[in-house]
C-alpha cells in the first residue's frame, strides 16, 4: 500500500524559510514521479513541484526561484526547500505520487506565513 507522511509545517514570518518533508512508503520509489501541492482556504489545490524519477524538477511560476523540491531514493524521502516565504503561500501542503493512474495523498501539513 502507498503511505505518504508530511512534515515541517509552521508559522513563519514573511521572508523566512522552511522545510517540508514527505516519508514515502511506495514501492519502486525511484521510479515514482512526486510532487508537493497545496491548498489555500477557499481555493483549489494547486501543483507546487514536481521531481520526476531522473531527478528533472518542475515548478509552478508562483514559486519558481523561491522553493527547491529535492528527493534521496535511499531514504524514500522528499523534501520542499521555500524560501522567501510570502502570505500568499499559506497553506496545506501535500505529498502526491501516482500509481496506476490513482493519486495519492498524506494528510497535509500547515504552512502559515505572516505578514
Known amino acids: 500500500q502507498v503511505q505518504l507522511v508530511e512534515s515541517g509545517g509552521g508559522l513563519v514570518q514573511a521572508g523566512g524559510s522552511l522545510r517540508l518533508s514527505c516519508a514515502a512508503s511506495v514501492a519502486f520509489f525511484i521510479a515514482k514521479d512526486m510532487s508537493w501541492y497545496r491548498q489555500a482556504p477557499g481555493k483549489q489545490r494547486e501543483l507546487v513541484a514536481t521531481i520526476f524519477s531522473g531527478g528533472k524538477t518542475n515548478y509552478g511560476a508562483s514559486v519558481e526561484g523561491r522553493f527547491t523540491i529535492a528527493r534521496d531514493n535511499a531514504k524514500k524521502m522528499v523534501y520542499l526547500q521555500m524560501d522567501s516565504l510570502k502570505p500568499e503561500d499559506t497553506g496545506v501542503y501535500y505529498c502526491?505520487?501516482?500509481?496506476?493512474?490513482?493519486?495519492?495523498w498524506g494528510q497535509g501539513t500547515q504552512v502559515t506565513v505572516s505578514a
Open positions: 502526491n505520487t501516482k500509481v496506476r493512474d490513482y493519486n495519492y
